[in-house]
């Protein structure tokens, strides 16, 4: 149905989500936290700096998986009003859009919900349950673009999109937290050039929410996967 164009942007998604400034800058914080190093030491155990971060990825992927199953549950018994419950999602994701956009502050999204754990537990599984205490608190930043990938999902998509659309949310997340717990060293070096261009990050994913929330609201998104999905490849289009 959607998919062909529902999971790349929703991989771009997670990419802008972990490019926010509420994540992005608390990166170094993160790895150190779950992997009980410092950042030099971390840097000298890439490795175990990165089973940890692979553990971390695991645990908010499957609070957001979750969120994605629910979604589209809910969808789904709204399966007959489908047409205005894109309407009503895609003029929702504009808000989103708008918001990140900077036209108008949101009190529920300026408000903080992270889980915040003093004291990590121990080995792997700590690193999976501050995963799972992220993505069940995520920040004001990630909350309008998970939002909208939320909103898109239950207005298009069965369960098991649904949660493959969710899925690959996380991995836009957590591929490049991966990336930046195996290099720490030139992630922090990186980091410090990319900083000044947070802002416009932020704006560039508020301009893309609005663009897909007037498609789904007008119904020209399903037109686009359409005809994307015309010009991809027959051998490319059978693995979607």
């Known amino acids: 149905m959607t998919e062909p164009v529902g999971l790349p942007l929703a991989f771009v998604a997670g990419v802008l989500s972990f490019l926010s400034p509420c994540v992005l800058p608390l990166i170094p914080s993160y790895v150190s936290f779950i992997t009980g190093l410092s950042l030099e030491d971390a840097s000298a155990k890439r490795w175990t700096a990165v089973t940890h971060a692979a553990f971390f990825v695991l645990g908010f992927t499957v609070i957001f998986v979750a969120l994605g199953a629910s979604a589209t549950a809910l969808g789904g018994l709204l399966f007959h009003h489908r047409v205005w ?114 802002p416009v990050v932020t704006r560039v994913a508020g301009g893309v929410l609005v663009v897909v929330g007037l498609l789904l609201a007008t119904g020209y998104f399903s037109l686009l996967a359409t005809w994307l999905q015309q010009l991809t490849p027959g051998f490319l289009r059978s693995r979607l």
């Open 85 to 198: 419950l894109e309407r009503i999602g895609g003029a929702l994701i504009v808000v989103f859009g708008l918001y990140l956009l900077g036209a108008f502050q949101w009190g529920a999204f300026a408000r903080e919900r992270r889980v915040y754990l003093q004291h990590k537990p121990v080995g792997y599984l700590g690193s999976a349950l501050v995963g799972l205490a992220f993505g069940a608190g995520w920040s004001p930043c990630i909350g309008p673009i998970l939002g909208a990938v939320l909103t898109y999902t239950s207005a298009t998509a069965t369960v098991g999109e649904g949660m493959g659309l969710l899925l690959a949310y996380s991995l836009g997340l957590g591929v490049p937290f991966l990336i930046a717990a195996l290099a720490i060293d030139r992630f922090l070096g990186w980091f410090q050039r990319y900083k000044r261009f947070i």
